[in-house]
């Protein structure tokens, strides 16, 4: 009698766990890096010129509304101040969901002839699979000054008692 219980169980969790396992592994998808990646390069790259007009136009539509020309007008004199771009190095990248979709933080360490800045991009999928910057956020490593425009993305903490 007692086999017959334990068997019965088993069975029962088994069916459990195995169906459990069907209903969740019908709702991951993968998402590729790759296309994000891809495009921080190409994003800073484009800051390698002055003035960094291309920079711009990686930007989103939206974005590109709401923050119009006060954002571009600060990419501008923010070259012109401080110099493009000659490098920038990934530090970091998560994955983050904005509107039902898979976006990326990236992070990037960013040297300028007279400034190093870290900054961090939000990309977002636009039009099927074309990339676009929603958000944009520059610190200065010499003040730890920090200014941003359009969506950011900040990693906070849970405290437990």
Not at 47 to 73: C, L
């Amino acid at each position: 009698m007692n086999k017959r219980k334990v068997l019965l169980l088993s069975i029962v969790i088994l069916v459990v766990v195995g169906a459990t396992a069907a209903f969740f592994l019908n709702k991951v998808n993968y998402v590729d890096p790759n296309p994000a990646m891809e495009f921080g390069t190409k994003f800073f790259d484009s800051f390698k010129s002055n003035p960094p007009i291309e920079a711009f136009s990686k930007y989103s539509p939206d974005f590109r509304t709401a923050q119009g020309q006060k954002w571009n007008t600060f990419l501008k004199q923010f070259n012109l101040k401080y110099g493009t771009v000659i490098s920038s190095e990934l530090r970091g990248m998560k994955m983050i969901p904005i509107k039902g979709q898979a976006c990326f933080a990236l992070s990037y360490n960013i040297q300028r002839p007279a400034l190093a800045t870290h900054e961090q991009i939000i990309i977002c999928p636009i039009d099927d699979m074309e990339m676009a910057a929603v958000g944009h956020e520059i610190i200065r490593l010499d003040k730890n000054q920090k200014i941003s425009a359009g969506i950011s993305f900040t990693e906070t903490g849970v405290k437990f008692p």
